[in-house]
């Protein structure tokens, strides 16, 4: 592909396609009108065409839309990354906040290792069993990298915010651990930002004090160009049996809190020291008046919006990966608890995330000595304990 810019008037006229109510069926512009849309997907290869690229990102300027153009600007298609790179420091111009990354096959330092798109800017992992994770801003700094590591809880909000100054090696491997341990993914610094705000947001509505070390760490952290979460920029697909999330990874360590599972514990206990022999009929009928007052108990205003926001957190991380189907379902899947409690405790997919424990904790009653009495969801928690995002992995040392 031609390293030249395209002549203006091919540039004019593929950015008139872009914007057309009915546009050619090419690839390319099919790929640029998806981009437009908020969606994050390759560039098509050689099927793209210099001019598409560079109408693409005129557009882009004009709407002062710099987080795709940041993503395009990591791009390893060499035009793509060309054209928005320079559009990014045409928004600079205009006092727009922008990230511009480090060219793709640009070593860093002398290190010989390639500098990806976001290679030494932001991270977040999934979430715990404390309904817990991590998430980083990283920044260039004169002796390495000034890193922002905050403490977020789907309940509470934002816990604790510590910064400092790492080396680049050890940012590096830091990022290993995250990527591969931790199960998390490289994000936009501006989202990552948004995310801590808005964990700190939640914070402060819920009656408690922002942390020392944010409160410190505000200005220099600096406001999030976003106006929402950046994973509601996805379409909700059509409705869909969405059970089978709860067997994703990501999901994997996602359970009641702990003071609602003792609660469910009591409750098995005192059924379980009734003398009375109960037929089949009857013991069904009991667990099934256990399920429906866990799920009145489980299910408040609170803990609503708790499953909301690590399903659309969850969402996306695997929107950054790529995963974008999955991620759509997982945005549908958030958009559950966004009803009112009483309409929550009958939707078929929040009622099997109560449904699974209070199975397992009927199946451990009835067979007190069987070889899996252990309940899956606390052997999460304590394998959790060990290697959890919050527990252990700190990458600042105060």
């Keep these: 592909m031609s390293k030249k810019l395209p002549p203006r008037n091919e540039i004019v006229r593929a950015r008139q396609l872009l914007t057309a109510e009915q546009a050619d069926e090419s690839a390319d512009v099919r790929w640029a009108r998806g981009v437009l849309a908020g969606e994050a997907v390759k560039p098509p290869g050689d099927a793209l065409r210099p001019e598409v690229a560079y109408a693409l990102v005129e557009e882009l300027v004009e709407r002062q839309q710099a987080d795709p153009l940041a993503r395009l600007a990591g791009s390893s298609h060499k035009t793509v990354s060309k054209a928005a790179r320079t559009a990014l420091h045409r928004l600079r111009t205009h006092k727009v906040e922008v990230d511009v990354p480090l060219e793709p096959d640009q070593p860093h330092l002398g290190t010989g290792q390639v500098a990806t798109q976001q290679g030494l800017r932001s991270m977040a ?61 490289m994000v936009d610094m501006s989202e990552a930002r948004w995310l801590v705000h808005e964990a700190a947001r939640r914070c402060e509505e819920g009656g408690r004090s922002l942390p020392r070390g944010f409160v410190l760490a505000s200005q220099a952290l600096g406001p999030s160009a976003l106006d929402q979460h950046p994973a509601l920029a996805l379409a909700p697909p059509p409705e869909a049996d ?85 991620a759509g379902r997982l945005r549908a899947a958030a958009e559950r608890f966004a009803l009112p409690p009483e309409q929550v405790t009958v939707d078929p997919f929040a009622r ?43 990458l600042i040392i105060p």
Excluded: M, N
Aim: glycine share 6%.
């Design 242 to 326: 969405l059970t089978a999330l709860y067997s994703l990874p990501e999901l994997r360590y996602w359970q009641p809190d702990r003071e609602f599972l003792h609660r469910l514990a009591l409750r098995f206990d005192e059924a379980s020291t009734s003398r009375l022999v109960l037929s089949d009929v009857q013991k069904q009928e009991r667990l099934a008046g256990i399920l429906e007052r866990s799920l009145a108990d489980f299910y408040t205003e609170q803990r609503c919006r708790a499953c909301w926001t690590l399903l659309v957190d969850t969402a996306h991380l695997l929107l950054a990966r790529g995963e974008t189907e999955t």
């Design 125 to 185: 992992t999934i979430y715990d069993s404390r309904w817990e994770r991590l998430i980083w801003i990283g920044d260039d700094a004169p002796s390495g990298v000034r890193i922002y590591q905050a403490r977020t809880s789907a309940l509470y909000g934002l816990l604790d915010l510590q910064s400092g100054t790492v080396s680049r090696k050890e940012y590096r491997q830091k990022t290993r651990q995250v990527l591969g341990d931790l199960g998390g993914e």
């Design 352 to 394: 099997r995330f109560i449904e699974r424990v209070v199975e397992g904790q009927a199946d451990r009653h009835e067979h007190p000595h069987h070889d899996h009495a252990h309940d899956h969801a606390h052997d999460h928690e304590e394998e959790e304990e060990e290697r959890g995002p919050s527990s252990g992995s700190g």
